[in-house]
């Protein structure tokens, strides 16, 4: 693609960010590809958004963006793009129809398929395991409120290490685990909708001991470079009363301590034990040393902020949410590029010195230049985190390309790459161009 002179720009340069550092963009594999044949099995998004009411419009990623199909046209945009990296998803459905047991050949041919087209144009394959698509037959036995979620989750990490280990640049367990735990248990909002502080709180607790069970697993294999991905939020009090501080406390210890404490400490913050305690598996402490399985690099998602106050009537937190003043992108999230330096900070000061890779960071946005100005001001704060002594050594943008926003449907549109739902026709968006535009400079590294 030719470089013309009114293309959108980034302020920093590549060389700014060090000599190895890694670029890319991420995905997932519910929410780009489609292609429910060939023995792929059913994941409780399916099942989710086949339920009426529960997502936007009753939209269900049984099409996405035939990512499936078109993949090969998709890694041309990656590596046209200048891109070093992809960040996807496994789907444990299409590798193991039941969850477990027998493998679908031609699922896994698939991503032989994907992984040897990425490798053929030089785009290094980071690979999560887990990004939300429990099969359905493994949720009929309770999903991520039985225990025994660890050894499946194990048994289909092994798969796909002995299957793929060879060629992956890196291997993530899980996305978000909090998400799983409270979007999906507690909010109901997500795949598979409960609303029960039960069911959230063991699944809190098994999506952590699942993926220090799959790390065993993966080593066992002899895999390399092994993470978790997990998103944080810069979390802060209303006011400076004491009642908000205790209140942005719980928040803060719900969103992003329970998973950094338990991978980095190997405990849990007290303040939520004690809220959660009578709903906690029987000897989860026993768990623990799992949990906090050593690691070789931590993945953080980064999005926004949020303010928290103290709220009597609200059971249980005794808090709740309240808007900031801040610009917004179209599901409401604000704009805070400033809190991507304190996160990335307290990683390293809280928690680990190992390398950390902004593993999503984008905007759902229809106008363009708005994303630029975003990825602009992300790019920087992480800058400023590098300088105050952060490891970080990759960027990924969420997301490669206009997709399926879980319980949102296809209206929220993250892509760098516009995606025409009717007709499946990619085109780049101006912010794809400015990552372009920095990234072909690769020279002056
Ligand atoms: C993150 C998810 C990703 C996408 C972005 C917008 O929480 O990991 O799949 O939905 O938000």
Same mark, same amino acid.
């Not at 009426?52 to 997502?55: C, L, S, V």
């Not at 269900?60 to 035939?66: E, L, Q």
């Given at each position: 693609m030719q470089l013309e002179e009114n293309y959108p720009v980034f302020s $920093? &340069? *590549?060389r700014d960010f060090g000599r190895d550092f890694v670029f890319g963009v991420a995905t997932a594999a519910y929410q780009i590809e489609g292609g429910q044949t060939d023995g792929r099995g059913s994941s409780i998004w399916d099942t989710f958004s086949a339920t +009426? %009411?529960? =997502?936007k419009n009753g939209e =269900? %990623?049984? /099409? $996405?963006? /035939?990512h499936y199909r078109r993949w090969p046209q998709d890694l041309d945009l990656i590596k046209d793009g200048g891109f070093d990296a992809y960040r996807f998803s496994f789907s444990w459905p299409r590798s193991l129809p039941q969850g477990q047991g027998a493998p679908n050949q031609k699922g896994l041919d698939f991503y032989e398929r994907l992984l040897d087209g990425m490798l053929e144009r030089g785009i290094r394959p980071f690979a999560t395991l887990y990004h939300w698509d429990l099969p359905s037959a493994l949720q009929d036995r309770g999903g991520w409120m039985n225990r025994d979620v660890a050894s499946w989750f194990a048994e289909y990490a092994t798969l796909i290490a002995r299957r793929f280990g060879d060629r992956l640049a890196s291997i993530a367990t899980l996305n978000e685990p909090w998400c799983t735990a409270y979007v999906g248990h507690f909010m109901g909002r997500h795949a598979p909708g409960y609303r029960d502080v039960r069911a959230m709180t063991r699944a809190m607790h098994h999506v952590l001991f699942a993926h220090g069970t799959a790390i065993d697993a993966l080593r066992a294999e002899g895999a390399k470079n092994l993470g978790i991905v997990t998103v944080l939020k810069h979390s802060q009090p209303f006011s400076s009363s004491a009642e908000d501080a205790a209140a942005n406390d719980v928040e803060d210890a719900m969103f992003n301590r329970w998973y950094m404490d338990g991978l980095f400490k190997s405990s849990y913050p007290e303040v939520l034990v004690k809220l959660l305690e009578p709903h906690l +598996?029987? *000897? !989860? &402490?026993? /768990?623990l040393p799992v949990v906090a399985r050593p690691l070789d690099w931590i993945g953080i998602n980064y999005y926004t902020r949020q303010t928290i106050q103290f709220d009597l009537?609200? +059971?249980? !937190? *005794?808090s709740k949410k309240v808007p900031g003043p801040l610009p917004k992108n179209d599901l409401g999230w604000e704009i805070y590029p400033e809190g991507l330096t304190h996160v990335l900070q307290r990683v390293t000061r809280e928690y680990t010195k190992l390398p950390i890779y902004v593993t999503e960071n984008g905007i759902t946005e229809t106008d363009d230049t708005r994303r630029v100005d975003f990825y602009d001001r992300h790019l920087q704060a992480l800058l400023a985190a590098q300088r105050a002594g952060s490891d970080v050594r990759g960027y990924f943008a969420w997301s490669l390309l206009d997709n399926y926003e879980w319980a949102e449907g296809y209206t929220p549109r993250f892509g760098i790459v516009h995606t /025409?739902? $009717?007709? &499946?026709t990619r085109t780049p968006k101006g912010s794809y161009l400015a990552f372009q535009r920095m990234l072909a400079r690769a020279a002056d590294v």
């Open positions: $920093a &340069q *590549r +009426p %009411g529960n =997502t =269900t %990623g049984h /099409d $996405a963006c /035939d +598996p029987e *000897r !989860w &402490q026993d /768990d009537s609200v +059971p249980l !937190w *005794r /025409d739902y $009717a007709t &499946q």
